[in-house]
């Protein structure tokens, strides 16, 4: 019987491992990529709805139809290659690791052309010349169009973008991941300018009359994107391109989205020499992890760890207070604590940031670190409430009689006969919730801290590789975490014996 189970087993875990070969393997074999994608009828194309308008995004009117100038051009390139257009979801950040690891053939979403990425996939011929454009606060003279003069100045821009680039080492960055949120944090008086594409600017920036354009800092091209392994699907897109641009596809396509401009002209006349010239010639090597990176580490450990306390700290006396409301408070205070507890534990807390943070900016306007404190603690004290609430009904009720009949009151004999039991009792569960804590505090990286995560996402993208920054990352968690894991055991372990 033990010998067969062991055979069952060894065959299973053979057949995951041929499958786990096969999608390694998948899109990286000897057939060419065009011959791969007409053999499956399908050009898998990646971008990120997040983006919005007038990328990609979702039709208003059709909920679950996608649509966007960038949506256009893939549905063309489809058509000029015989075969469809199919769209896949992936975090703008994370596309051209995507792009690699074979999860799409190409990449066509705000691709900017930079050297760095020219070092890890092949750029087709650009369909859109933008700018980046400079915003700051109406009647804030001190922003110029020159980015050395941003030298100390808080600058929003996208994770991972190009003007992401042109601003390292000249301002301290607020990164985002969405395109609305670097505006709103300019507009509340968070940052004091921002660096996004022109596309961007038009739709998201002008048109607050609180906001105005500085200037234009940099110019830059949209590209598809393709793996270095793919030659002639590049050739094959690039001849596509070549034949919509001819035909005044491309010009219509980007008339109906607003936003053909002089500017686009030069597609119509674009060269080699010009190519080489944006993918900057000779390829800088990639950036490797160095000490720097290191540091860099250690500060969004802190960030982390300072958060997760100081989270806690709001979180436990906030529980402990809904947790007595829930149990002896009048019917109106249990009612309220009940809400507040289904609320919190009902709803994302990712979606309890993005209220607090940008939702309530009109109202109140806290920092990102204030907010995730605010944020993450009071969703917790919903969790910790209930671990109180097991606590104290865990705490035998004649006990609480003996204390009310020695003539103590109900306030006094929780504090000193029930709470002190309760919490003892709660000790562990509390601990474990901590090393949650430590974990979610990833979450608020959308609302610009900067803690470990996002810190590794930073430092993957700086380095083109997700492997190392993402094992350090991962060493560093659980460095904070074990201890306290240990420690829940031990007090569980304790709890138990007496």
């Not at 219509?252 to 010639?281: P, Y």
């Not at 979180?315 to 007595?324: C, D, F, Q, T, V």
Request: with cysteine; aromatic share 8%.
């Amino acid at each position: 019987m033990t010998v067969r189970r062991h055979r069952r087993w060894g065959v299973i875990a053979l057949a995951i491992a041929m499958y786990l070969a096969c999608e390694a393997c998948r899109g990286h074999g000897a057939t060419s990529g065009m011959r791969r994608i007409r053999a499956s009828g399908v050009l898998r194309w990646g971008g990120d709805l997040q983006g919005g308008e007038p990328y990609v995004y979702e039709d208003p009117s059709q909920p679950g139809r996608i649509i966007g100038f960038e949506v256009d051009i893939a549905n063309t390139l489809a058509h000029e290659l015989g075969v469809r257009a199919e769209f896949h979801q992936n975090d703008w950040s994370a596309l051209v690791p995507s792009l690699e690891r074979g999860t799409f053939d190409v990449i066509l979403n705000g691709l900017e052309v930079t050297p760095a990425r020219a070092a890890r996939v092949r750029f087709s011929t650009p369909y859109y010349h933008f700018a980046e454009r400079l915003m700051a606060r109406t009647g804030d003279r001190s922003i110029r169009p020159d980015l050395h003069a941003l030298q100390g100045r808080r600058v929003g821009t996208l994770a991972g973008s190009m003007a992401y680039e042109l601003l390292t080492g000249r301002a301290d960055i607020v990164s985002y991941e969405g395109v609305e949120e670097p505006y709103i944090d300019l507009s509340n008086h968070r940052t004091d300018a921002v660096l996004l594409d022109d596309i961007i600017s038009e739709r998201y920036g002008q048109p607050r009359a609180d906001l105005t354009v500085v200037g234009d800092v940099a110019d830059g091209y949209y590209a598809v994107g393709i793996r270095h392994d793919d030659p002639d699907v590049q050739t094959a897109v690039d001849a596509a391109l070549a034949r919509i641009i001819a035909r005044g596809e491309l010009h219509a396509i980007l008339s109906r989205a607003r936003l053909w401009n002089d500017r686009q002209r030069v597609l119509t006349t674009w060269t080699h020499a010009q190519q080489r010239a944006i993918e900057g010639g000779a390829h800088p090597a990639l950036a490797r992890m160095d000490g720097h990176h290191v540091v860099l580490f250690l500060q969004g450990a802190g960030v982390t760890l300072v958060l997760s306390t100081m989270a806690m700290a709001l979180a436990i006396p906030l529980g402990i207070l809904l947790a007595l409301m829930r149990l002896y408070g009048p019917p109106l205070a249990r009612t309220a604590a009940i809400a507040y507890i289904e609320l919190y534990r009902g709803t994302p807390v990712l979606l309890q940031l993005y209220v607090i943070y940008y939702g309530l900016a009109g109202l109140v306007r806290l920092g990102a670190f204030s907010a995730a404190i605010l944020g993450l603690g009071m969703n917790y004290a919903a969790y910790e409430a209930e671990v109180y609430r097991a606590g104290i009904q865990a705490v035998p009720r004649g006990q609480t009689e003996a204390g009310l009949a020695l003539g103590m009151s109900l306030p006094l004999t929780l504090r000193r006969v029930v709470l002190p039991q309760a919490l003892r009792i709660a000790l562990p569960s509390v601990t474990n919730d901590f090393i949650a804590l430590l974990k979610d505090t990833s979450l608020v990286s959308v609302i610009t801290v900067v803690e470990l995560t996002k810190q590794m996402t930073i430092t993957a993208v700086d380095t083109r590789s997700w492997l190392l920054p993402g094992a350090l990352c991962a060493l560093m968690y659980f460095v904070m975490s074990y201890p306290l894991s240990r420690m829940a055991q031990r007090l569980e372990a304790r709890l138990a014996r007496s």
